[in-house]
Nanobody, 124 residues
Framework: QVQLVESGGGLVQAGGSLRLSCAAS????????MGWFRQAPGKERELVAT???????NYADSVKGRFTISRDNAKNTVYLQMNSLNPEDTAVYYC??????????????????WGKGTLVTVSS
């Protein structure tokens, strides 16, 4: 069983930055594809960014150029650096892991493990 624990959320003013972290348990973290989702009040959960086991990244258009996903396999941790935040980025952010698929994120694939989320609030 893999546990994912997010941290780093909080309140920030528009234009500010935050870095989210997701610490994973387990010895095979380096083989997982990892992703960050977010869910704003009254909206569906959406995929924000993904990173493969090999470090390939993908982003939602809404965050491209502002957010950066990265991973440190030695620390079993994935990060989401968020810059130029705006109120529309306010949401609960969830860390997610996919197992298999040669470490590549599958957009239509099942998420095998979820974190409990961390709240990001951006004030105008």
């Amino acid at each position: 069983q893999v546990q994912l624990v997010e941290s780093g959320g909080g309140l920030v003013q528009a234009g500010g930055s935050l870095r989210l972290s997701c610490a994973a348990s387990g010895r095979t973290f380096s083989s997982y594809a990892m992703g960050w989702f977010r869910q704003a009040p009254g909206k569906e959960r959406e995929l924000v960014a993904t990173i493969s086991s090999g470090g390939n990244t993908n982003y939602a258009d809404s965050v491209k150029g502002r957010f950066t996903i990265s991973r440190d396999n030695a620390k079993n941790t994935v990060y989401l650096q968020m810059n130029s935040l705006n109120p529309e980025d306010t949401a609960v952010y969830y860390c997610a892991a996919q197992v298999g698929n040669f470490g590549r994120w599958s957009p239509m694939g099942r998420v095998d493990y979820w974190g409990k989320g961390t709240l990001v609030t951006v004030s105008s």
